[in-house]
């Protein structure tokens, strides 16, 4: 089993800022992409950052340039920077990964979620 453990979000004013890390333990073989996700109240879940196994990047129009993603595969964790914080980026934040336990099909493990609110 991989399990993944998120830790950061909070309360925060707007224009403050915030990190979370997310770290995957189990039986890992390989991970390819890592992952931030986003669901406000009444809204559909969004992809906010990913990041390759080679640390290229993709990220949501509306956080570019506030927000970095980035990885430390030596410890399976995926961290988010979140920077200028906005009323709108307020939401439950879940990792994502991909992940294989053995050589062969990889699948897709999400995290417990935490809350981020920022406060106008």
């Known amino acids: 089993q991989v399990q993944l453990v998120e830790s950061g979000g909070g309360l925060v004013q707007a224009g403050g800022s915030l990190r979370h890390s997310c770290t995957a333990s189990?039986?890992?073989?390989?991970?390819?992409?890592m992952g931030w996700y986003r669901q406000a109240p009444g809204k559909q879940r969004e992809m906010v950052a990913v990041i390759t196994s080679s640390g290229s990047t993709n990220y949501l129009d509306s956080v570019k340039g506030r927000f970095t993603i980035s990885r430390d595969n030596a410890k399976n964790t995926v961290y988010l920077q979140m920077n200028s914080l906005k009323p709108e980026d307020t939401g439950v934040y879940y990792c994502k990964i991909r992940a294989a336990q053995a050589l062969g099909p990889q699948y897709q493990y999400w995290g417990q979620g935490t809350q981020v609110t920022v406060s106008s």
């Open positions: 189990g039986t890992i073989y390989s991970i390819n992409t």
